[in-house]
């Protein structure tokens, strides 16, 4: 059986060595793929938003299966082009990618069906937005309507702060046709929690939780980044919570989504807040998470094909998802001045006995030999009967990985750490 994953990163990294765990998966293409990937799969140069090349690709070599995993080429209809192609795909169609390409839509969707989630106002008009920053309480949250490679969010502390938000997005257009509308949000506070949830419209089936370290430096300072480092479970998680979230948040999302005549399939992420006032969204993903993509999926005992197919297929309901106790901890390493300018194009050395739990982001190959390519270089998971040696673990090995200008923070995982012991 031949695959197709559209991407070029860490997570995709990560969903071709699951499925690689399939006896019956012959073939994996990857397109475009990454210097480091290339050592799993066969990666092919077509951009992940090439959506004709992506579907005549997929022809030529009469592909079986295809995952569909950024955000960008879901929003453009690479699901729709694939199966109108006949090619079966894991991911939603255009229709359903809207959760996540429009702030918009996933905040009036919730208003409209009851879903927790923080007050809002949107805006279209540069003046106005700014004359509600006024009054607005502090800190706001602004938010560009689009797809911003997860950059289009300021927690803005100071009115000025708030204004200069608004000016760039919706003025200077920093994020493009994305910032034309903003969203302006109440600010919450509690743990951060994401959870990834297979679902094939009717059924929705939450993978293990995980946490998130969005800040590039050390004790959540610095500059929001795509992400340095996830645990998994997130001990803020609770049972509790769990099945709070399941009543007031996933069932009614999914049913909400059917009842509007986008029926999501594929794995929809959810990042919540706990709140004084119990779980509520922050915001939906389309797709799987990257990096929770990286602690979430080694934890994965079922066949991860299986289950896709079974969401492609709508058999979710009859099929085991099953996730094994214990813990995993990812540590990212960077290259040194991301999320902002950084030097790329050093060697990279990588213990073999590390290379099956080394997900690589940000490489390429140059001579025969793995280079920087990026500014999340790549990502070392472990797994472990706790978290506290998880993490230990995913140090040790991050200390042994080399390349010039190597940056990882030191303390993922250590409110989680805590927060577990206590339990």
């Not at 050592?39 to 959506?51: E, F, L, N």
């Not at 995993?69 to 090619?87: F, K, Q, S, Y």
């Not at 190959?365 to 793995?370: A, E, H, S, T």
Request: glycine share 10%; with cysteine.
């Amino acid at each position: 059986m031949k695959i197709t994953v559209v991407g070029g990163g860490g997570r995709e990294h990560a969903i071709v060595k699951k499925l690689k765990e399939n006896p019956a998966v012959t073939e994996i293409f990857v397109l475009p793929g990454n210097g480091g990937i290339a050592a799993d799969a066969t990666c092919v140069p077509i951009g992940a938003k090439d959506i004709d090349g992506i579907v005549r690709f997929c022809r030529e070599k009469q592909v079986d299966y295809a995952v569909v995993a950024p955000d960008d080429p879901l929003v453009l209809g690479c699901v729709d082009a694939l199966e109108e192609a006949g090619i079966p795909c894991f991911g939603p169609n255009a229709r359903a990618a809207i959760i996540e390409g429009s702030k918009v839509f996933s905040k009036r969707l919730m208003q409209k069906y009851g879903i927790p989630t923080a007050a809002c106002e949107v805006f279209d008009d540069e003046e106005k937005a700014l004359a509600y920053l006024e009054t607005a309480p502090l800190p706001a949250v602004i938010k560009a309507d689009g797809l911003a490679l997860g950059k289009g969010v300021v927690i803005a502390e100071t009115r000025e702060a708030a204004r200069e938000a608004v000016r760039s997005m919706m003025r200077d257009k920093v994020f493009g046709a994305s910032g034309e509308r903003v969203v302006i949000e109440e600010f919450l506070e509690g743990p951060e929690v994401s959870v990834l949830s297979f679902t094939d419209g009717e059924t929705v089936v939450p993978m293990v939780s995980s946490m998130d370290h969005k800040r590039a430096l050390d004790g959540d300072k610095g500059l929001n980044t795509g992400g340095m480092g996830t645990v998994a479970p997130n001990p803020f998680y609770t049972d509790a919570v769990a099945a709070e979230c399941m009543e007031k948040i996933f069932l009614p999302t999914i049913r909400a989504m059917k009842a509007e005549g986008r029926p999501f399939r594929g794995c929809l992420y959810f990042g919540l807040m706990i709140t004084r006032d119990g779980p509520k969204v922050i915001e939906y993903n389309c797709r799987f998470g990257d990096p929770e993509t990286q602690v979430v999926l080694p934890l994965l005992e079922s066949d991860l094909y299986t289950v896709m197919r079974a969401v492609t297929d709508s058999r979710l309901a009859e099929t085991p998802v099953r996730f094994r106790d214990g813990a995993a901890a990812c540590v990212i390493m960077a290259s040194r001045g991301y999320p902002a300018a950084y030097e790329k194009g050093f060697p990279i050395t990588i213990p073999e006995d590390l290379r099956e739990k080394v997900y690589v982001a940000g490489a390429a190959q140059k001579d025969g030999r793995l280079i920087t390519a990026g500014g999340r270089v790549l990502g070392v998971t472990e797994t472990a009967d706790t978290l506290g040696e998880a993490l230990d673990r995913a140090y040790a090995d991050a200390a042994r990985i080399r390349f010039e200008n190597a940056y990882y923070r030191r303390d993922i995982g250590e409110k989680a750490r805590k927060a577990s012991e206590k339990r």
